[in-house]
DNA sequence: TGCCGACGGATTCTGTAGAATCTGGTTGCC
DNA sequence: GGCAACCAGATTCTACAGAATCCGTCGGCA
């Protein structure tokens, strides 16, 4: 099947930030790069507006969304109201052995005082994917964890966008904290204190989403895409 | 647009139940009656699919979602995290003019000692839309607005189709019974009381879960779409 | 002889390609 | 500055290739 590879390879695309913000997909384009022709590419199309990576203008095709700082914000409020239900409904029923594994990872990676290398980097995201995953899994209703997928994979799209926009910064420093506030959640977790894990986790989302938004645009600076694709028009993809 | 125009039509006529949940959806058969090429209702279809009141099967077509219980209890679920988001950010923000119009339009439904006619009772889903839609709207986060939009219309889905299902059979004490979780959630705004607002909000959803999903069938004897659609081959849409 | 399951062709339907049409924007001319 | 021809690209249509399903036939077996 032709079309999911093809969304898939787009998400990947404009979730890792090689399809920039704001940027016109272009249906012939896209069918030469792929070698199919236009007709899946359009239906691919049509699933990632679905999924909400792209905006569809009627007659005007495809745009990579454009994600301004209030955008991320509202995002991330929906993402906390229902990672803290999945936190709700997985307290309790999470494998112990699971959250032991976690805990240790994660306070090796606090315990550490060089700085963090590059494969430590891919560790500490294997371990904040790890940590979501077991949550959403454990709360016992799929069709939550699904829109949790859907939302993290947004979620990764504009921290993926921040990070390549400045270059790794202070990054090492989001990552410590990070795991602090991982860790809390476990701890809590383990001690089957809800509440507990339920304040954590909604003070981790926060946390990130004003780390992650902090380099965006405000919404004044850059106004919904709806009505501005004139202005990217013409750029094409060089 | 054409393919915009279908998936209008077809997502009403899945929400209201002339398409059955498990229904096979042929492209040629709806290309056919829509009068177009069966191009925009594949892309249609994808666009459902999306939406999520359709299931793909690749090189299989799409067949109609079937929603089992526990699938409703996990869309509501997930529908309460999301509508207590809104009513948490909304409190305080509301015009007041409204809440009071709504206010004396629930007391007039519940005084009422008569049994609802037909036309009250679309007086009352009228009410119903007008105080989600407010709240969702005074949240000031409009991607969370856009959710609880796409889970009202699935949540609709099945609502509908339990009403068809069992011939109204009490729905008028249930339609007071709404009226009354209604006003509990009014009068807290009024009050700015956001904890009493959140909560009532949150009884007022699992009620209607409770209430909307009691004669559906258990996942066990309703098994995911998946393995059944052969089941349903060949009934055709009549 | 009557029933059952395997095999194979016919049919139906999906998925893809390429052509035709339509739309909206742009550019050059008056 | 306004208008009209032009052009790029979106949308839709038609045709066809491949996959899945259906249905009738055939051979084995009790």
């Not at 495809?62 to 990672?83: G, K, P, T, Y």
């Amino acid at each position: 099947m032709r079309r999911k590879a093809v969304v898939e390879d787009l998400c990947c695309e404009i979730v890792g930030g090689r399809l920039r913000p704001g940027e016109h997909l272009v249906t012939r384009a896209l069918a030469d790069r792929f070698g199919v022709s236009h007709t899946p590419i359009r239906e691919a199309l049509i699933a990632l507006a679905g999924i909400g990576v792209v905006d569809l203008l009627p007659n005007r095709g495809a745009v990579v969304r454009r994600f301004s700082r209030d955008e991320v914000r509202e995002i991330c409020q929906v993402r906390r109201a229902l990672e803290c239900e999945a936190v709700r409904g997985a307290c309790g029923r999470i494998d112990e052995a699971e959250l032991l594994v976690l805990r240790e990872a994660l306070r090796g990676m606090i315990a550490r005082t060089t700085p963090f290398a590059s494969d430590q980097v891919a560790e500490a995201r294997a371990a904040d994917s790890r940590l979501h995953d077991v949550i959403s899994e454990s709360a016992a209703n799929p069709f939550l964890a699904k829109e949790i997928g859907r939302l993290k994979m947004l979620f990764r799209a504009f921290r993926d966008a921040s990070w390549q926009r400045e270059e790794n910064r202070n990054d090492y420093h989001r990552l410590g904290e990070e795991a602090r506030e991982h860790l809390t959640i476990v701890e809590a977790l383990m001690r089957n204190d809800r509440a507990g894990a339920v304040r954590a986790m909604s003070r981790h989302i926060m946390s990130g989403c004003r780390y992650w938004s902090r380099t965006l645009p405000t919404s004044a600076e850059a106004p919904a895409v709806g009505g501005q694709v004139a202005r990217v028009k013409g750029k094409g993809k060089s």
